[in-house]
């Protein structure tokens, strides 16, 4: 049976890093590791290879930036003549970058079967990149695996046939239980001069965040009104770095002596940080997952989130880009005003090891997943 598997950016590295361990515990599987570079700095890629045990790319198509439309069509040319000269009974992408995009269409256009992990999850806002990539993406794959039932309603409704639906849990979640007592051991916040339990970690990347300037800019109000009273951690994704600078805000930072900005950091690093944080500022779609497992309660700078369950259940408060809510809400968490949240159903660690066990069966079944 020949697998192959598909990274681009760096959120896919810690969904696809239990899938990679889980494949190889079975001789009769023959895994493939594909990385289309959409990611490419060592910060963003090669850190999560090291820190997670993925082993180097067996094909690595060095895409790099681009236009939305420029990045996809180079990941599919070069993604044809991949799957032309060598065809894997099965190609798995993973969660809704342009990447998982680009490989799901090129897959799906040679008729090779198309397995999509983290599938089903909806914003119901088409501004966002992401959400176009997991529409299309969904409307392609054959095996469609889910992290949460509200997921499988979504795929229903789309019309997508339940027996390729499978609800099997969250395969970061996965990777955070395996790292987390690693993590936890590597005092990263004392070595960055912060308190444990006395700061916030703060990321921010989505292109409605900071492509906008005056949106950038009443966020960074919002932040330089929370640093008065607890200092944040900002590592700053390079999208952000540039806007930053773009926009002439790099002067403001003057007046936020406690908003620290480094560069971006490992997975264990940040781990370690998000499990130490008073609370958790960002507008990522898998650190609202992350943190509702840790019980940390996260402020998500979005107006909406295709993740429901991490605010049913979790921790997760969803605060969009107004200075006043973001000060608001995290003045009441300052004041100890947050619950712990529960762990979602068959957020347990194990996602990995049911999605194999259903790939297995599949191939032993028929010679088609279709
Ligand atoms: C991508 C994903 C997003 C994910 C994010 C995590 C899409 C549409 N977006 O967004 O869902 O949450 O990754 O980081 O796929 N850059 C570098 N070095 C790199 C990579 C990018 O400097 O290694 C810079 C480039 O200037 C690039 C910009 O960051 O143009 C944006 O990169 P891109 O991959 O297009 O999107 P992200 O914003 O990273």
Redesign the pocket.
């Known amino acids: 049976m020949k697998i192959l598997n598909v990274v681009?950016?760096?959120?896919n590295l810690m969904k696809i890093a239990p899938l990679v361990e889980e494949m190889g515990r079975y001789p009769e599987i023959q895994q493939t590791l594909l990385h289309t570079g959409?990611?490419?700095?060592d910060q963003?890629?090669q850190v999560f290879f090291d820190q997670l045990g993925i082993p180097q790319p067996d094909i690595y198509l060095g895409v790099g930036?681009?236009s939305?439309a420029e990045?996809t069509a180079r990941v599919m040319v070069a993604f044809e003549k991949v799957l032309q000269d060598d065809r894997p009974d099965v190609v798995v992408v993973v969660?809704?970058?342009?990447?998982?995009m680009a490989c799901a269409i090129t897959a799906s256009k040679l008729w090779v079967p198309l397995a999509h992990v983290e599938a089903g999850l909806r914003s119901f806002d088409r501004r966002m990149?992401?959400e176009i990539?997991r529409l299309v993406t969904d409307a392609l794959a054959d095996l469609l695996f889910t992290t949460s039932r509200d997921a499988d309603e979504n795929l229903r409704r789309e019309g997508i046939s339940p027996e390729r639906i499978f609800f099997i849990g969250n395969v970061m979640i996965d990777t955070l239980m395996k790292h987390r007592e690693r993590a936890r051991g590597l005092g990263t916040p004392g070595r960055l001069g912060l308190q444990l339990g006395h700061y916030a970690l703060l990321t921010l990347?989505?292109?409605s965040n900071v492509d906008d300037p005056s949106v950038f800019s009443d966020i960074l109000d919002a932040l330089t009104e929370i640093q008065r009273d607890l200092p944040i951690l900002f590592p700053i994704?390079?999208?952000t770095a540039?806007c930053l600078q773009q926009f002439g805000f790099s002067d403001r930072l003057g007046t936020a002596p406690n908003l620290h900005l480094v560069e971006p950091l490992g997975y264990l690093e940040f781990l370690d940080l998000m499990m130490h944080a008073l609370l958790v500022l960002t507008d990522?779609?898998?650190i609202q997952e992350e943190t509702t497992i840790l019980g940390v309660p996260c402020l998500t700078l979005r107006e909406n989130t295709e993740r429901p369950v991490t605010i049913s259940e979790g921790t997760n408060i969803l605060v969009g880009a107004d200075p006043a809510r973001i000060v608001a809400e995290t003045r009441r968490i300052l004041a100890g005003g947050s619950g712990a949240g529960r762990v979602p159903e068959l957020w347990d660690g194990h996602a990995a090891g049911r999605i194999v066990a259903i790939l297995r069966e599949r191939s032993c079944q028929c010679a088609s997943y279709t």
């Open positions: 681009g950016a760096r959120p959409q990611h490419y700095d963003m890629s930036s681009g939305h990045q969660g809704d970058v342009n990447s998982t990149p992401e990539n990347h989505r292109p994704h390079p999208r540039q990522s779609g898998g």
